[in-house]
């Protein structure tokens, strides 16, 4: 298994501008999670799913991100209209429901200009 | 709701010093504590964990013990090496499962001297 892939690594694009980041968990793995990390912080809850059901949501999230995990296995997070605010880098990880242990990938680093 | 705190950094250490990051918590429920490591240029990794109160974790010579009555998770190292610089994370499983989502802590930059 290669570990938890994101897709893609590295994303610059404009205020107003949509984006999509691409999540694949290690492949056994039900639980998938997604934060969000700026520099100097450590990583902030966004949400995460259990199989394909997302069981929360971070109530710090605005309505213009979503997240989705349509089969339960890969996952994706849009976010719609960026702003400036919206930069920093966004972790994936995964997890077997029955372990607190997240295996994270690389992450998907966002810039907004 | 539950939150995580550690002490802040940078923290610079010579080599073969004692190391302690000190971390405390506030929760509902009875969660599960872990530390996580972040070396340079690497994402993420689990170093050691506790699930209940009184466990220790312990990994690469690192512990960390579960303390309830003063709902700390402190990590210590008994002498460091220029390989542990790196982000460790306290972090803790919120809510009634040893499962549910994962808080973080902001983080304490840890460089050792040689």
């Known amino acids: 298994d290669t570990g938890v892939s994101q897709n893609p690594r590295h994303k610059i694009t404009k205020r107003g501008q949509n984006v999509t980041f691409r999540c694949d968990p290690i492949?056994?793995?039900?639980?998938l999670y997604w934060y969000r990390q700026t520099l100097g912080q450590g990583p902030e809850f966004l949400t995460y799913f259990q199989n394909e059901a997302q069981l929360e949501k971070s109530r710090l999230l605005s309505d213009r991100f979503s997240a989705e995990r349509p089969k339960g296995s890969f996952s994706t997070l849009e976010i719609q209209r960026t702003e400036q605010g919206d930069s920093a880098m966004y972790l994936c990880a995964s997890s077997l429901s029955t372990s607190g242990e997240l295996f994270f990938g690389e992450g998907s680093r966002l810039t907004v200009l | 709701g539950d939150s995580v705190t550690q002490m802040e950094g940078p923290v610079t250490l010579s080599e073969e010093a004692f190391l302690t990051i000190n971390c405390t918590y506030t929760?509902?429920?009875?969660?599960?504590l872990f530390w996580y490591v972040q070396y340079p240029g690497e994402g993420l990794q689990l170093l050691l964990k506790?699930?209940?109160?009184?466990d220790k974790g312990s990994n690469k010579g690192f512990e960390a013990t579960y303390r309830k009555e003063t709902t700390s998770f402190h990590l210590e190292k008994g002498s460091v090496q220029v390989s542990d610089s790196a982000v460790y994370f306290c972090a803790l499983s919120a809510g009634y499962s040893s499962a549910s989502k994962i808080i973080f802590g902001s983080g304490t930059r840890l460089s050792i001297r040689p």
């Open positions: 506790a699930t209940k109160a009184d």
């Open positions: 929760a509902t429920g009875y969660p599960s």
């Open positions: 492949s056994e793995h039900n639980r």
